[in-house]
């Protein structure tokens, strides 16, 4: 009777240890196969072995995020911060130009029109995954010209001549954007810091057809008539913009590229000398008129941002 109890206990231990033992449904001892990496999941999938875990450490799951730094232009992740080459090509023109018909007859009406240009580098960096803050720091461009209809007139030696006002700014710009991302397009708006550098000021004399008068000086070169105006437009050494645009983001070689439209209005005028005074005679009495020039720049751009 003993010995009957004894192989019955061996029986039930020995089927026990087959009952509880690992399997992964298709007759595959699962410690075993785990060893050799070739457990199934039921699906097909073969499960890791024994040393390698079945899922990522909390580094590797936050690298796969958005806020990736992997380098790496051959696969999807999204990285933090860019940094990148930006340009700038656009026209512009002035704001808030004086209506006063004294200022008018001596600088002309507000016809002015030209082109805006900045280049430099661009920084992005992602608060999240829809909101970007990205700062610039530029060299730019303003050009303006203007035809001035009243200043022309009749040279004995030229002719009926007209004249053209133009006037080019150069500055260091600071944009600082916050942009939102949504699905194809992005939205942006933020200020702009302007360090006005120098200016450079010419009037340019045309016949009635628009060509530059020409003359041959002692040396047989041909010029064209022109007149420095540099100390006649001084401009402010700092000047605040708002910015507002919109684009699109889009990959080159694995590399992330914005092309949008961007607004640049200044909030304040750019003239250094805002103030003219006018002197009229009115009933033989000498009187002063007051006219502000508070004129402010403005442009659009088309811009594009390649980020490295």
Same mark, same amino acid.
Not at 22 to 45: C, F, H, K, L
């Given at each position: 009777?003993k010995?009957?109890v004894?192989?019955?206990?061996? =029986?039930?231990m020995c089927?026990?240890a087959?009952?509880?033992?690992e399997d992964d ?5 699962i410690? =075993?196969?785990?060893s050799?990496g070739?457990?199934d999941d ?5 499960l890791?072995?024994n040393?390698?875990p ?8 936050r690298?796969?995020s958005y806020g990736?730094?992997n ?15 930006h ?5 512009? %023109?002035l704001?808030?130009?004086?209506a006063?018909?004294d200022f008018?007859?001596?600088y ?8 805006s240009?900045?280049? %430099?580098?661009v ?5 999240s995954?829809l ?15 203007e035809e001035i209809?009243?200043a022309g ?5 030229w002719? =009926?001549?007209k004249?053209?006002d ?10 600082l954007?916050?942009r939102?991302?949504?699905?194809f397009?992005?939205?942006?708006g933020?200020?702009r810091l ?6 450079d000021?010419?009037?340019?004399y ?7 008068l020409?003359y041959?000086?002692e040396?047989g070169?041909e ?6 105006a540099?100390?006649?437009w ?7 913009s708002?910015?507002? %645009?919109? %684009?699109t983001?889009?990959l080159i ?14 909030l ?7 103030k003219?005074?006018?002197k ?7 009187? =002063?008129?007051l006219v ?5 720049m ?11």
């Amino acid at each position: 009777m003993k010995k009957l109890v004894i192989a019955s206990a061996l =029986a039930v231990m020995c089927f026990s240890a087959n009952a509880f033992a690992e399997d992964d449904g298709y007759g595959n001892d699962i410690p =075993a196969a785990r060893s050799e990496g070739t457990v199934d999941d039921g699906y097909g999938n073969k499960l890791p072995a024994n040393n390698e875990p079945e899922y990522k450490s909390f580094e590797e799951a936050r690298a796969s995020s958005y806020g990736s730094t992997n380098n790496s232009s051959s696969d999807n992740q999204v990285r933090r911060s860019l940094l990148g080459i930006h340009m700038g090509l656009g026209f512009g %023109g002035l704001s808030n130009y004086p209506a006063d018909k004294d200022f008018i007859k001596q600088y002309g009406e507000n016809e002015w029109f030209g082109f805006s240009f900045d280049i %430099g580098l661009v920084f992005k960096y992602r608060l999240s995954p829809l909101v970007s803050f990205v700062p610039e720091l530029n060299f730019g461009i303003g050009y303006l010209a203007e035809e001035i209809q009243d200043a022309g007139g009749y040279d004995s030696f030229w002719g =009926a001549y007209k004249v053209n006002d133009t006037r080019t700014l150069y500055n260091i710009n600071i944009p600082l954007i916050l942009r939102l991302t949504v699905p194809f397009v992005y939205v942006e708006g933020g200020i702009r810091l302007n360090l006005n550098l120098t200016t450079d000021h010419e009037y340019e004399y045309t016949d009635r057809n628009g060509n530059p008068l020409k003359y041959i000086d002692e040396y047989g070169e041909e010029k064209t008539v022109k007149r420095d105006a540099f100390d006649e437009w001084k401009v402010k050494t700092f000047v605040p913009s708002v910015i507002g %645009g919109l %684009g699109t983001t889009f990959l080159i070689n694995g590399h992330e590229c914005d092309l949008g439209v961007r607004l640049i209005w200044d909030l304040t005028g750019i003239e250094e000398n805002s103030k003219h005074v006018y002197k009229l005679e009115n009933n033989k009495l000498s009187v =002063a008129k007051l006219v502000e020039d508070n004129s402010s720049m403005f442009s659009i751009q088309l811009i594009l941002n390649y980020f490295f």
